[in-house]
């Protein structure tokens, strides 16, 4: 299975079970994510746009876009002046919606598993551990990483499989400043969303 089908596949949820904080939102979010999707399928793939929309509307609000970032840009985060990092934010962020969008596409009925959260949410900060079942394969684990703000629980990583997906961005961040700074990034990040 694709890594990035399974990374979208938080939208695919069990009943929920009596849950709180964290948890809940992730499965809020994928039940009204699921329910849109399997109602206007044929309007989707048609025209992507509107599942760019859906994604942007529904899922991101969840998501620290800003740590996210941090974390991809690993050790050159110094490097960037506060010009620059809304607009790296901001390309990151398009880059993640297109990314999260197409895997959208894919859904065909994959069943999610909640295993244990860790962590407590007394201190702020969890992973919501799942699993995506697979017919004749062994299960993909997805887990969520949340952190407690001022504006409540936001995501800022994801792992499929036992890999971060933003890190997983940091290779090509550091190749790009190295080549070309900072600015190289955000011209890369930028030709990258209008392909």
């Known amino acids: 299975m694709n890594k990035i089908l399974a990374f979208v596949l938080l939208l695919v949820v069990l009943p929920a079970q009596a849950v709180s904080g964290p948890e809940k939102l992730i499965r809020d979010t994928s ?3 699921i ?3 399997k109602k206007n399928a044929a309007s989707y793939q ?4 509107r599942i760019y ?3 942007n509307d529904v899922v991101l609000p969840h998501f620290d876009f800003s740590a996210m970032t941090d974390l991809a840009l690993g050790n050159y985060k110094d490097q960037v002046n506060g010009e620059q990092k809304p607009t790296i934010v901001n390309e990151f962020r398009q880059l993640l919606v297109r990314t999260y969008s197409s895997a959208l596409l894919e859904y065909t009925d994959q069943v999610l598993i909640y295993l244990p959260m860790e962590g407590s949410e007394a201190d702020g900060n969890v992973v919501v ?5 697979q017919a004749g394969g062994f299960p993909i684990p997805i887990n969520y990483s949340l952190r407690l703000g001022d504006d409540g629980w ?3 990583d994801i792992s499929v499989d036992e890999v971060s997906l933003v890190t997983n961005y940091r290779s090509s961040f550091a190749r790009a400043i190295k080549k070309d700074g900072v600015d190289g990034l955000i011209k890369t990040l930028q030709s990258r969303n209008q392909e």
Request: hydrophobic share 40%; net charge negative.
């Open 31 to 33: 039940d009204r994510v």
């Open 35 to 37: 329910a849109e999707i």
């Open 46 to 49: 048609s025209d992507p746009q």
């Open 53 to 55: 929309r859906l994604v």
């Open 129 to 133: 551990r799942t699993e995506i079942e």
């Open 154 to 156: 936001k995501v800022f």
